[in-house]
């Protein structure tokens, strides 16, 4: 039998030392978290760290620390129960099938299923008083440092049980300083992190936003242990919580300075009823750990979602022309043809038509109506979609489109047939946002008519290569009067909305497989690993001006590889087509102006510079990423992408701040993750104008000097920004 496709089952894993302890291992390639169990059989959390060579080691760790339970009960507990005598902020809170409201969880039995290095535990905890069990998973990716872990409520209770809390993971570190860095922001002001010493008491990060859970603050963190985050040093975990709606991470520091992480759905009204027999899997937390800083975290995270998350992470994407900007809702047929001509003439792969070609009763010409319509208007395109895919066809170009299936105005005629099927408060006013409301996706009909406005469009329009799925409001007002019907709690809305949104996900995938698509949302980048199992790519901001999408696009490399980052080209910001150009070349590239309006010098550089990135894009989507200069801690950026082979790079380096331009043009910035042996020729693209950059002559150097000297991409006011080529010189 294949070794690589053995699977290993083995039952009882735990190394037992005693009758009274079960020692269970969760290992990656260098570290590990390890449980024990007391005399009671109660789990206990007691090693993070760097992997020890014996796992008979791990038996004497807990022996070497003293954290009396006096005072706040539990607080190494694998999963914290609620309601006896732990007093420290639980991950699960349960109302049992008789009103009571304690729990207990004692280890059961554990298991380990192991595939391509691919493995999966299953901790078992059981009540010792209720028939409620507790299943912990933990997924490791071995060789990448990566975990996934997940937990899953099963009632085999006499009756149905109210979970008021139920985590995905309560995680347990010992250390004497933790720095936690979090990313919150506003619409246009998305993934700005904070970073901060954590002390006694809980730092939370949460949504309550319903929809677009990324909007004010998001599910990313970085913990740094010892010392802030460094970029090629010290141990630091990067993690998310891969769900898509109401989330709250914990950061809670015990009185013994130990950090606790409980991260899960937020618990907001959001009680959840499971039926006897009924089981709630959680989402998944999902974390990459480092002994080298946080460089190497987001390379191991990059590598696992590409080859194991993001759908068609390994595949190819399609550089594009948005008409958003160009026309936004002032459009015809001709302006389009047009559009779709100037894609072609650029050198772009796809022209994506966004808001405003449906609505008819209530024609969207501007966003307060038409949205839930999802009929061409016939004024606009009296010839219908299909039309337009036959010009992209005709140009040689391929044709997408933009949707926004899970919102409605009052102004449709959606709304006016079906007011049922909107997330409103049946006793008061509604409340807008963006002109528009929530459509209602705990309802199965609802799911229907979502799936329906895709599978419509790819029916009537099989040629249609791209979606872009947009998102612009949050749930005001929750409350669903189909949960109403069916006597189902309100406090099931935000979990249920959820699920019915992957729910309509998943049967979009199965019937279309393959399609690319965009996960939008004017503010927020709504984005995760568990939405990435849908969606090619997410669009990270509004916010194009190329100057805020350097920080932008640096913060969420730290989580997301570039493959899955929409980055267009916008009339934003004042810099020059080239500086734009070169920022949105750091991820999937698009165009969203109007390119009748590029003076004949900036077309000309356009489409050399797209050449360009076909050529090099593979690096880009493909490679692997190196964080060089921090636009934080420099008044630059530099950011490399290498091949696996380490035979050729790409190398960004731009101007992010007019400030000590003299003590910038005076220093090298040194290249990471070639090889020191071998040589590489250094040569500048994209130049503007061709020919004048002070780097177009190709110099050749070891790998050895431009990781460890580097190189001066000479960046001033005039050159703000510069794009060099590493090829292997044999
Ligand atoms: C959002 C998106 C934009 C555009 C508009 C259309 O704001 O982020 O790119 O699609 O919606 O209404």
Known sequence: MNIRTTLVIICFLAISFCESQTIIPIETKDFSMVFKTDAQNRLWNVYFGKKLKNQSDYAEVDKQYYFPDANAGISNSAYTPSGTWNLSEPALMVKHHDGNRSTELLFHDVSKEELDGISVTKIKLLDPVYNLKVVLNYKVWHDLNVVEQWAEIVNNEKGKI????????????????????????????????TEEKLTQGIKTVESKLGTRAMLLGTPNFIVSFENPAQEDSGLVMVGQLAWSGNFKIEFDIDSNKNLRVIAGINPYESSYGLQKGERFKTPSLIYSISKS??????????????????LNGNGDRLTLLNNWEATYFDFNENKLSELI??????????????DGWFGNKYPRNNDD????????????????????????EKNDVKFGIWIEPEMVNPESELFKNHPDWVIKQPERSIKLYRNQMVLDLTNPDVQDFVFGVVDDIFT????????????????????SSYLEDKGISQTHIYVDYVQGLYRVLERIRKKYPDVPMMLCSGGGGRADYEFLKYFTEFWPSDNTDPIERIFLQWNYSYFFPAI???????????????????????????????????????????????????GFKNLVLHGTQYRLASPYQNPFASVMYVNENKSQAVMFSFLSSNRFIERITKRPIKLKGLNSDKKYSVREINLFQEGEGSLVNPVVYSGDFLMNVGINPEISVKRTSVVLLVDEVK
Not at 462 to 478: G, Q, R, T
């Open 369 to 392: 109506a038409g949205l839930g319509d999802w009929q061409e208007n016939k004024k606009k395109l009296p010839s219908g979609l299909g039309y337009l895919v036959k010009e992209a």
């Open 341 to 354: 001509k100037n894609t072609k003439n650029i050198g772009l792969d796809l022209f994506l038509l966004d």
């Open 564 to 614: 899955t980052m929409d980055c267009h080209v916008t009339n934003w910001g004042k810099q020059p087509i080239k500086y734009k150009v070169d920022v949105a070349s750091m991820g999937k590239l698009g165009f969203d102006v109007d390119v009748d309006h590029l003076s004949k010098e900036e077309l000309e550089f356009s489409k050399r510079a797209i050449k360009n990135y076909n």
């Open 162 to 193: 109210e979970l008021g809390k139920y985590a995905s993971a309560n995680l347990f570190f010992t250390n004497k300083d933790f720095y936690l860095t979090h990313f919150q922001g506003e619409y246009l002001r998305e993934m700005m992190p």
């Open 460 to 479: 009537k329009n099989p040629k249609v290569a791209f979606v872009k799925w947009d998102c612009n409001a949050v749930i005001y007002n929750a409350y």
């Open 293 to 310: 800083g946080t460089g190497l975290a987001s390379r191991q995270l990059h590598s696992w979602a590409k080859s194991h998350r993001v």
